[in-house]
C-alpha cells in the first residue's frame, strides 16, 4: 500500500483470506477426531520429537513468522486500505476470524480451558489462545471503532455458539478446503 499498488493489495488480502479459510478449515479436521485419536496421533506432532522444540508455537514455521512479524512491523498498514478494497478487506478480517474460532474450537474441544498449551504448559490453553487471538486483531483492524465492536471479539462462551460460527454452508470440510485453495 506504501508503495500505492493497489491492485497488488487487493491480491494479497484475497490470497490470505484463503489461506486462512484453508487453515481453519484443517483446524476443523483435527477437531473431527475422537479424542484418543487427538491425543495418540494428532497432538504428538506439534510436541518433540517432531518438531526442533519443547515450546510448539505456528511462529516456529517461516511462512507464520514472516506474516506476523509483517504485521508488526507494519502497525498501522491496515488502515490505510482504500475504501474500494473494503469488501476484500472485510472478507480477510472474517477469514481470519474464522480460522481463530476454529483453532479455539479445537481447542476447547480437547480440555484447552482446563489444560495447559502445547506452548506454555502451566497456563490455561484457551486463555493464552485469547491473548493471541486480541493481539493479532488488533494488528489487523483498521479503526479503534472496530476494534471495540463487541463483533469483533472472538469470546464465545459455549459450543454451541462455536457450531453456529463455524458452520460454514459447506456440505464437508473437504469441500471448504478445496475451495479455499481456488
Known sequence: MRKENIVQVGVILKSMS????????????????????YENEIRPTMMLPHVNSPD?????????????NSWNKEKGLFKLVP????????????????????HKFVCHKYGGEQTGSLRENK?????????INDSRRRLIISSD??????????????DSEYEEYL???????????IKSLN
Open 123 to 131: 497456563a490455561i490453553a484457551l486463555e493464552i489462545l485469547e491473548k
Open 145 to 158: 471503532r472496530q476494534l471495540l465492536n463487541p463483533d469483533s471479539r472472538l469470546r464465545l462462551t459455549d
Open 56 to 68: 510448539f508455537s505456528g511462529i516456529m514455521s517461516y511462512d507464520h513468522a514472516y506474516l506476523i
Open 18 to 37: 484463503q489461506l486462512m479459510l484453508a487453515s481453519g478449515a484443517s483446524m476443523l479436521f483435527a477437531g473431527t477426531s475422537q479424542p484418543q485419536e
Open 83 to 102: 475504501t474500494f478494497l473494503k469488501s476484500a478487506y472485510e472478507e480477510f478480517l472474517e477469514s481470519h476470524k474464522f480460522l481463530a474460532l476454529a
Open 167 to 177: 458452520k460454514t454452508g459447506f456440505k464437508c470440510y473437504s469441500q471448504l478446503l
